[in-house]
């Protein structure tokens, strides 16, 4: 594989999809990152304008958009909502039709490295929505045969939301005062670590299969200094 990527990210308008796509900008040796989403952004940074291409879909025609899908290597997988923001039939629609057909036609278009943002507790046999369609996600993407799928299972995102979420932002306060201070990883995942794990984790050793990384491994890889594959 070259030394050089072209990443490919849907979800990017949310706080963990900006984080990364940050991440992802800074580092040189992406020199392309598409970003396919339901709205153009108007990006002021210059180094976002030069590098980004964005591709606008409607994804609940998802596949009426393969072409958008075509180009990259890597695939960053970010969609995500919440059962209070969207019910409990839209927060599936996002979470697993939204994210299956994406991954979908990320692998017809010929995706090597799959990313998909999941979360701690994710199980398809959970009595708890959330924690149930995030498992089943998971489940229907590793039928798919990915050369790679990396799942990531983050604890609670620490991050501050332009949207306001009150009782979100209470319990950040609380647990900043109190748990964070003495093992932060214990249940909390500050959002930059997130990205830049999952930034770094293109450029490990070459791995094949499907690897689930917990909070600990998170915390792991983003303390490490990316592999660099050299040109072959």
């Not at 990396?150 to 609670?156: D, E, H, V």
């Not at 670590?193 to 792991?220: P, V, W, Y």
């Amino acid at each position: 594989m070259s030394g050089e990527l072209i990443a490919l990210v849907t979800g990017y308008t949310g706080e963990s999809g900006k984080a990364l796509l940050k991440e992802l900008i800074k580092n040189n040796q992406f020199k392309k990152i598409i970003l396919v989403g339901r709205r153009q952004v108007d990006y002021s940074d210059n180094e976002y304008k030069e590098k980004t291409e964005q591709r606008q879909i409607d994804f609940d025609k998802i596949d009426d958009y393969s072409e958008a899908f075509r180009g990259a290597n890597v695939h960053y997988c970010c969609l995500g909502t919440t059962r209070g923001k969207a019910g409990a039939e839209g927060f599936r629609r996002v979470d697993f039709d939204y994210i299956v057909g994406a991954a979908r036609l990320a692998k017809q278009a010929g995706c090597k490295h799959f990313h998909l943002l999941s979360s701690q507790g994710a199980n398809s046999q959970s009595l708890f929505l959330y924690t149930k369609v995030k498992g089943q996600t998971e489940t229907a993407l590793t039928q798919m045969s990915f050369e790679r799928l990396s799942i990531y299972r983050p604890a609670m995102l620490m991050v501050d939301r332009v949207e306001n979420r009150a009782f979100e932002s209470f319990a950040q306060t609380i647990v900043r005062n109190t748990v964070q201070r003495v093992a932060p990883e214990l249940i909390t995942t500050p959002i930059e670590i997130l990205a830049r794990a999952m930034c770094f984790n293109a450029f490990t050793k070459n791995q094949s299969g499907i690897e689930i990384l917990d909070n600990h491994a998170i915390f792991r890889l983003a303390e490490q200094q990316p592999f660099l594959p050299k040109d072959t």
